[in-house]
T-cell receptor, first 117, second 115 residues
Framework: GNSVTQMEGPVTLSEEAFLTINCTYTATGYPSLFWYVQYPGEGLQLLLKATKADDKGSNKGFEATYRKETTSFHLEKGSVQVSDSAVYFCALSGRYAGGTSYGKLTFGQGTILTVHP | NAGVTQTPKFRVLKTGQSMTLLCAQDMNHEYMYWYRQDPGMGLRLIHYSVGEGTTAKGEVPDGYNVSRLKKQNFLLGLESAAPSQTSVYFC??????????????FGPGTRLTVL
């Protein structure tokens, strides 16, 4: 079955530091890959996504590249801000030749990011 | 647009009690989902629906039932609550892209404690 593994957290950084959160996956078919973010007390919201190999998703200074050869989708940001403090989830949605996954998502365990001034 | 709303926001139950969580969306989405979020485990899919009147089991369906009588509403029921069902429950909805690239929109969550 499908699975997603994220780096262990929590991650604590100073403002303007470089961020990497690792994500690797196992999937059959041709998955789409997502990063969702959960700010304190809120539901999840889409941060970025990539739908095929070598695609790069980007949003709000965050980037992630779909690497099929390493089955990875690592999240990066060059300079984090205090407002980036949140929980980050990597997820995948399977796609199959001749079928559909109905958009069902498989999530990683989440990585807590705290950014200090 | 309100997006996805969930009722209630918090609830405390005693073991064996029943309750229903309500999810409503105003985006005319076909697909709706119920997830539970537990520490260190990410979100896990309980049940989902691909249209009015249809439901299907997800990864962790035991102990839960669902109904989708109206397109905009998706109800999650606990018939006999157990402490293992203490969790944060999220509802989500999406419009099918047909190729697995759908973006899901999440509600704010319901924090349920079963004593």
């Amino acid at each position: 079955g499908n699975s997603v593994t994220q780096m262990e957290g929590p991650v604590t950084l100073s403002e303007e530091a470089f961020l990497t959160i690792n994500c690797t996956y196992t999937a059959t078919g041709y998955p789409s890959l997502f990063w969702y973010v959960q700010y304190p007390g809120e539901g999840l919201q889409l941060l970025l996504k990539a739908t095929k190999a070598d695609d790069k998703g980007s949003n709000k200074g965050f980037e992630a590249t779909y690497r099929k050869e390493t089955t990875s989708f690592h999240l990066e940001k060059g300079s984090v801000q205090v407002s980036d403090s949140a929980v980050y989830f990597c997820a995948l949605s399977g796609r199959y030749a001749g079928g559909t996954s109905y958009g069902k998502l498989t999530f990683g365990q989440g990585t807590i990011l705290t950014v200090h001034p | 647009n309100a997006g996805v709303t969930q009722t209630p926001k918090f609830r405390v139950l005693k073991t064996g009690q029943s309750m229903t969580l309500l999810c409503a969306q105003d985006m005319n989405h076909e697909y709706m989902y119920w997830y539970r979020q537990d520490p260190g485990m990410g979100l896990r899919l309980i049940h989902y629906s691909v249209g009015e009147g249809t439901t299907a089991k997800g990864e962790v369906p035991d102990g839960y039932n669902v109904s989708r009588l109206k397109k905009q509403n998706f109800l999650l029921g606990l018939e006999s609550a157990a402490p293992s069902q203490t969790s944060v429950y999220f509802c989500a909805s999406s419009s099918p892209a047909g190729d697995g690239t759908d973006t899901q929109y999440f509600g704010p969550g319901t924090r349920l404690t079963v004593l």
